[in-house]
């Protein structure tokens, strides 16, 4: 026969408040660090859906607008920026307002091990870390994108794209012109991300420095918009901040990030490399 377990505070302790339908062992979480609910990102719970909870801000957000992280066999917290790794899933919001301020207050250890229930390694670089390593998957997806034939570099083929309708986004340098960028899309409504640099560009189209690129509709183009608005919102305020002004249509107004299929060793659309349409020496 199973016995009642009870629950009874320590002598000399005063007895917490509770309600009448209070399970037996409510008395024993801490009031300041609630007990982890069902939906908390630490929950053996297996990932579904499309949205995820922030492990900081505790507010529910598409995956897309979030960061993954998971434990390595040592509990140091590493990121998943393809979502792709095996464990449990640990998910921040791509915010560099929200890891700088968790982390200047001594928080961020504290939010990553109440979610692997458990100690947890946070390296200090990991802000920095997070920026490169989406700048570099931003720079590693355009190129799957030009070797696919879905997108072109420089302002006469790009502009060609634009006035045949071909194009459904625009991917600028980051220290581009905003009249150039107008030139070239000639009051047509497109998105425009600009999470690269002139050289981060042109380092994809093999060439010294590239400002405009305009890439075809679909879904490379959504996973492109996607990962802008990670990059951007990653960068911390300031002056000349890459990524800045990423997804932004040319009237001003926000752009949406689109979902996108995902390749399975990428996170990324699967889609064929034909290499074609593609001209990496003029434009």
Not at 71 to 82: G, K, M, N
Request: proline residues 10%; neutral net charge; glycine residues 12%.
């Amino acid at each position: 026969m199973r016995r009642a377990v009870t629950t009874e505070p320590a002598p000399g302790a005063e007895a917490p408040d509770l309600p009448p339908d209070a399970p037996p062992d409510a008395a024993l979480a801490p009031p300041d660090d609630p007990a982890p609910r069902e939906d908390d990102p630490g929950d053996d719970a297996e990932e579904r859906g499309p949205w995820r909870r922030c492990v900081v801000t505790r507010a529910r957000l598409p995956k897309e607008q979030m960061i993954r992280f998971v434990l390595s066999p040592d509990r140091v917290v590493i990121p998943d920026l393809a979502a792709r790794l095996p464990g449990r899933g640990i998910w921040l919001s791509a915010r560099g307002d929200v890891l700088e301020k968790a982390r200047v207050q001594g928080k961020l250890v504290g939010y990553f091990a109440r979610a692997a229930r458990g100690p947890v390694t946070v390296q200090p670089d990991l802000p920095d870390t997070l920026r490169a390593g989406l700048s570099r998957r931003f720079a590693e997806l355009l190129g799957l994108t030009r070797r696919a034939g879905q997108a072109v570099a420089g302002f006469q083929k790009a502009r060609e794209w634009v006035r045949d309708g071909r194009a459904g986004l625009i991917v600028q340098a980051a220290d581009g012109s905003e009249d150039e960028r107008a030139r070239l899309l000639g009051g047509r409504d497109l998105p425009v991300v600009a999470p690269l640099d002139a050289a981060s560009l042109g380092a994809v189209f093999g060439r010294e420095h590239a400002v405009h690129v305009a890439v075809t509709p679909g879904r490379l183009a959504d996973a492109l918009r996607a990962e802008a608005g990670r990059i951007a919102g990653m960068a911390l305020p300031g002056p000349a901040s890459p990524g800045g002004a990423a997804d932004r249509r040319h009237d001003g107004s926000p752009g949406g990030a689109g979902g996108a299929g995902d390749d399975k060793r990428t996170g990324w659309p699967d889609v064929p490399a034909n290499g074609q349409g593609v001209d990496e020496r003029t434009g």
